[in-house]
């Protein structure tokens, strides 16, 4: 019961976030649509893999999946990559002048994402919103989840901005972040792949 509750208010969120950013860019629906594609396609080709390739962990319980992955996972990294993001931003506006920005902002995203699932990933296990297999020596958490969401945050923040600040069309804005996003994808698992090896 108390699943499915999560399940309908992580929706919720997602749509509160999507409608706050919508008004944010001052209702400029392609941004707002490029943005959050992109968060639910890293986010649930990346939960995917992960489960099918490793089999480190798995999500109990549910009622709505996407493959193995439950439905308020996908859209919750929506609601995730929005927070880090703007947070990122918030905390490094006074530096936008500076000539690596960009590279600040995706630090601060990682970092931001860090801290971020320190809190939440345990406080998830405990619930059994999730299972780890081997887990780990932080509340049973493995080392390579936060090498993870370091390198995925930041690397998230650091195409989102690369796509925006392209003189691009918006299709091949559309693609160009796509395309950005699977290599994000994949140096996040080549950087995890050796804490893998350390937590088995």
């Not at 749509?15 to 706050?20: A, E, K, P, R």
């Not at 308020?72 to 006074?94: D, E, K, N, P, V």
């Not at 600040?165 to 699977?182: E, H, P, Q, R, T």
Request: hydrophobic share 50%.
């Amino acid at each position: 019961m108390f699943k499915h509750i999560i399940e309908y208010t992580s929706l919720i969120a997602s749509l509160v976030v999507i409608v706050h950013y919508y008004f944010y860019t001052d209702r400029q629906l392609k941004t707002v649509f490029l943005f959050f594609s992109g968060a639910l396609f890293l986010g649930t080709i990346s939960e995917a893999a992960a489960i099918i390739s490793t089999g480190s962990y798995h999500y109990p319980g549910f009622r709505w999946y996407i493959g193995p992955v439950p439905l308020f996972i996908a859209f919750g990294w929506c609601s995730s990559f929005y927070m880090i993001y703007h947070i990122s931003r918030q905390l490094t506006f006074h530096l936008q002048d500076h000539k690596h920005f960009f590279w600040i902002v995706a630090a601060g995203g990682g970092f931001v994402g860090l801290f971020m699932d320190l809190f939440f990933d345990p406080v998830a296990i405990s619930m059994n919103w999730w299972e780890w297999k081997n887990g780990g020596p932080y509340f049973n958490v493995p080392t390579a989840n936060f090498s993870g969401w370091f390198v995925f945050a930041a690397g998230f923040c650091a195409t989102y901005n690369l796509a925006l600040s392209k003189d691009w069309s918006y299709g091949k804005k559309v693609i160009g972040f796509y395309g950005m996003l699977v290599g994000v994808f994949i140096v996040t698992a080549l950087c995890s792949f050796p804490f893998l090896m350390l937590d088995s």
